[in-house]
């Protein structure tokens, strides 16, 4: 009568991050005349909350 089905959660989209974070750091420290420092350490933070998202995701299914 009132079976309730789970739905299979679809994971979250961590790519968005690899688009935005470099860039916006290349522009942070582009402006302080680092822009290569700013690249570097957005693509590092991209990678590490990507990873974070995997995990989360992973833990949630």
Known sequence: MGRFVAEPR???AAGCLFAILPLGGAIALGLA???VIGLLAGTGLAA???TLFW???RRRA
């Open 33 to 35: 005349g680092q822009p």
């Open 48 to 50: 590490v909350l990507a």
């Open 55 to 57: 995990l989360v995701d």
């Open 10 to 12: 679809s994971p979250r």
